[in-house]
């Protein structure tokens, strides 16, 4: 599978955003799919995750009940809304999928989109 990433921007604290990630390929919906984030001089960290139907999700502890995941399996899309946005959230945004598992760390990963940068203003 193939990802495209989109939606990133210069928003102030308190905005809210949305980020798209468009997959390629008819095996879309049994793809475990997720969202990682990489602040400059930081290693990449999970941000949410969910699973082929959509039925649970999986967030951190930094972005629970602020940033919520969804897909789209016609449309072979995952989406993560981001709101109250803080200036911490700030980072490059990348969407991820896995075939074995939920991807909630870097090595469950098996297919990276290439990255929207979200930058959060005090």
């Known amino acids: 599978v193939q990802l495209q990433a989109s939606g990133g921007g210069l928003v102030q604290a308190g905005s809210s955003l949305r980020l798209s990630c468009a997959a390629s390929?008819?095996?879309?919906?049994?793809?475990?799919m997720g969202w990682f984030r990489q602040a400059p001089g930081k290693e990449r960290e999970f941000v949410a995750a969910v699973n082929w139907s959509g039925s649970y999700t999986y967030y951190s502890d930094s972005v629970k009940g602020r940033f919520t995941i969804s897909r789209d399996n016609v449309k072979n899309t995952v989406y993560l809304q981001m709101n109250s946005l803080k200036p911490e959230d700030t980072a490059v945004y990348y969407c991820?999928?896995?075939?074995?598992?939920?991807?909630?760390?870097?090595?469950?990963?098996?297919?990276w989109g290439q990255g929207t940068l979200v930058t959060v203003s005090s």
């Open positions: 991820a999928a896995g075939q074995r598992r939920v991807p909630r760390v870097v090595s469950d990963v098996d297919a």
């Open positions: 390929g008819r095996t879309f919906s049994r793809y475990f």
